[in-house]
C-alpha cells in the first residue's frame, strides 16, 4: 500500500507528502503516540495535501487526505463510510 502510494504522489511537485500507512494508522486510530512524532518534524504547511492509507481492523485500508491549508480532512472508505468514522477521523486529527 505504501508504496503504491508513494509511486502517485512522486510526480506531484513536492506538494503532497506521503505519509507512512504505520504513522497515519496510529494518529487516526489514536494509536502509539510515539509515531505521531514523524509529523511535528515535517512542515505540514509546506504541503497542499497529505496523503495515507489507514488500516482498520488489520485488514481492511481507507485513504485519508489531509489539506493542512485549508483545514480539511478527507477520509475514503471504500466500504462507504459511517458518520461516527468520518467525526472520529477528525477529532483524532485536531487532537493531534
Given at each position: 500500500?505504501?508504496a503504491?502510494?508513494?509511486?502517485?504522489c512522486?510526480?506531484?511537485d513536492g506538494?503532497?507528502l506521503?505519509?507512512?500507512?504505520t504513522?497515519?494508522?496510529?494518529?487516526?486510530?489514536?494509536?502509539?503516540?510515539?509515531?505521531?512524532r514523524?509529523?511535528?518534524e515535517?512542515?505540514?504547511?509546506?504541503?497542499d495535501h497529505?496523503?495515507?492509507?489507514v488500516?482498520?481492523g488489520?485488514f481492511h485500508?481507507s485513504?485519508?487526505?489531509?489539506q493542512p491549508?485549508d483545514n480539511?480532512v478527507l477520509y475514503?472508505?471504500?466500504?462507504g463510510e459511517?458518520?461516527?468514522s468520518?467525526?472520529?477521523i477528525?477529532?483524532?486529527?485536531?487532537?493531534?
Open positions: 500500500m505504501d503504491f502510494l508513494h509511486l502517485l512522486l510526480p506531484l506538494s503532497v506521503h505519509v507512512a500507512s504513522v497515519w494508522t496510529a494518529i487516526f486510530l489514536g494509536q502509539d503516540p510515539d509515531k505521531h514523524y509529523l511535528s515535517v512542515q505540514i504547511l509546506e504541503y497529505l496523503v495515507g492509507a488500516n482498520e488489520g485500508w485513504l485519508i487526505v489531509v491549508k480539511k475514503i472508505n471504500p466500504m459511517q458518520n461516527v468520518q467525526q472520529q477528525l477529532q483524532q486529527w485536531i487532537i493531534h
